[in-house]
């Protein structure tokens, strides 16, 4: 088991002298956003747009940032005491951080390679890296470099009975996956227009665009020799012998998809030996369905507004979930986590830990390979500053905060 000493970090603004690594990146990315348009330079629209976009006209993505931006909290006077400990515990397990990298798919096509930096990144900070079902490696190999921290993201395979999807449960499990995360919030496929604007196909067609926009992207394509045409690992085994990765490609779309019903649900909760999330609840009434039949945690999220355009900001459904379920389940939150003051956020209001995604490949699309340090360090460095600006001296003193949250939902 990890020690539970408190994260040391420095204060932001110091330490940013110098010539190493990370104080260069310090002056040339001091924010998320920084890297995100430093992200957008380096990378081809067509790899750029499966992260960055979402559903629609981004109405979803920019309702989430919004959303976090308008909850406010009422700082308290403490004292320094010291380092504050930022520590957190889930499903039995001690992270340094009430922080996490979030499930993601084609992370190959923004960065090749990504998930492999983010996996041992997660490792090295101590913090749940989810492997997915659509992931660039296998989730053996996510496993193997990031032992401590792994989770396993499953999409819904229903064919043949969920043969694949249990296949892959029985996988998880030899592999030594901690926590399983049943993902529930993409019952169909979403339109995304820059998807669709720049073509994308798997494996990538050269075509005039797709060149011309790989010629200003150096970077991006020394990626690609190097890792390959993006694929699913995962899926391999199900594509018969010797699969093409145009023939994965295919059978990831044709299998994967639709939202776990909760009898489906319940199956692979009577099945799997460890903790279970159910990843997608936007509604405190799903939330107390699925901790009925068993499951260990909700995760909030609007699938970072890539799926219904509609949908309400997903922070703004937190307290009512928490409400609902907080005393009988881990609640976490993803969807529009852009700093550590945001995962503080979203914890004051009562989940238990906060995962991003853009936020970290944003770092290695910026910084490349050590991009997911940085972004890990950066982001438990704020969670740290912003607890001592409230005087919280540890992750349990957020949730006693003032707050004022004017876009909460009352169901």
Known sequence: MHDRTAVKTAP???????????????????TVEDLRKAAERRIPALGYETVAGGNGQNLAVQRNALALDAIELVPRIGGDKGPVATDVTLFGRHYA?????????????FWPGAE?????????????????????ISLEEAAQLAPDVVWFQLYRLARDDHKVGFDLLRRAQAAGVHVLVMTVDTPGRAKRPGELRNGLTLPFRPTLRT??????????VSALVQNGQPSFPCLAPYCGSNPRKADIAWFAQREVGGAFTFEELKRYRDAWKGPMVIKGVMHPADAEKAVAIG?????????GGRQLEAAPAAIDVV???VRAVGTKATVLFD????????????VALGAQAALAGRAFLYGVGAAGADGGDYVTGMLVEEISVAMRQLGAPDVAALRALAIRHPGAWQF
Do not use: C, K
């Open 319 to 321: 307290p009512a979930i």
């Open 211 to 220: 060149i011309m926009q790989a010629a200003v992207s150096p970077g991006w």
């Open 116 to 136: 492999r930096h983010l996996a041992r990144a997660a490792q090295r900070a101590r913090i749940p890296y989810t492997a997915g079902t659509v992931s660039g």
């Open 295 to 303: 499951l260990d945690g909700v995760q909030v999220s609007n699938h």
């Open 335 to 346: 969807s529009g986590v852009r700093s550590g003051l945001d995962a503080v956020r979203a």
């Open 12 to 30: 932001t603004g110091w330490g940013v002298s110098g010539n190493s690594s990370e104080a260069r990146l310090r002056r040339r990315f001091p």
């Open 97 to 109: 951080a009430p922080l996490g990298i979030a499930p993601m798919g084609l992370q190959s096509v």
